[in-house]
């Protein structure tokens, strides 16, 4: 029993350090801290098993864990979170409109004019056309649409 506690005793030092980190990744979000956190808590546990570690061993145990997870994470979890996303144009309504067919609504003179696109309406670079030309959206240049005359008009 005496043998437990002290093996409880051992690690706390390591679970309170776990703690802190963890909240410190709260408050500055980054997902580094984080990282070294489970290290830390990974220790906790590993003085559960081996409770008569030196301090020296504990600390290059610690410094590989925690280089072990951080690549772990960067190398694995990392890319496969930047890979989830359902939904990638979401916030570049430009992009969204490639391969649209919208209609010109002031002229496209000297390759410059606009288009309604929905309730808005967009600049425009292309071939010269009048009002109410159908035209097809090929590209995007910052918040200049890229168009072509649509041969399907």
Same mark, same amino acid.
């Given at each position: 029993m005496d043998a437990t506690i002290s093996n409880l005793l051992a690690s706390y030092g390591w679970w309170?350090?776990?703690l802190l980190l963890i909240a410190a990744e709260l408050v500055a979000p980054g997902?580094?801290?984080?990282?070294?956190?489970?290290?830390?808590?990974?220790?906790?546990?590993?003085?559960?098993?081996?409770p008569g570690l030196s301090f020296l061993a504990q600390a290059i145990?610690?410094?590989?864990l925690a280089v072990g997870v951080c690549f772990?994470?960067?190398?694995?979890?990392r890319p496969a979170a930047e890979l989830r996303d359902d939904q990638p144009l979401l916030n570049r309504k430009g992009d969204r409109m490639i391969g649209r067919r919208v209609?010109?609504?002031?002229?496209? !003179?000297?390759?410059?004019?606009?288009?309604k696109? #929905?309730?808005?309406?967009?600049?425009?670079? #292309?071939?010269?056309?009048?009002?109410? !030309?159908?035209?097809?959206v090929i590209a995007?240049?910052?918040t200049t649409l890229q168009v072509v005359i649509d041969p399907q008009s």
């Open positions: 309170l350090l776990a997902y580094f801290l984080l990282w070294i956190g489970l290290a830390a808590a990974i220790m906790g546990m590993v003085m559960l098993v081996f145990l610690f410094a590989l772990v994470y960067w190398k694995y979890i209609l010109v609504v002031d002229a496209i !003179t000297n390759g410059r004019g606009k288009v696109v #929905g309730d808005s309406v967009w600049m425009v670079e #292309g071939s010269d056309c009048p009002v109410d !030309t159908a035209v097809r995007v240049n910052g």
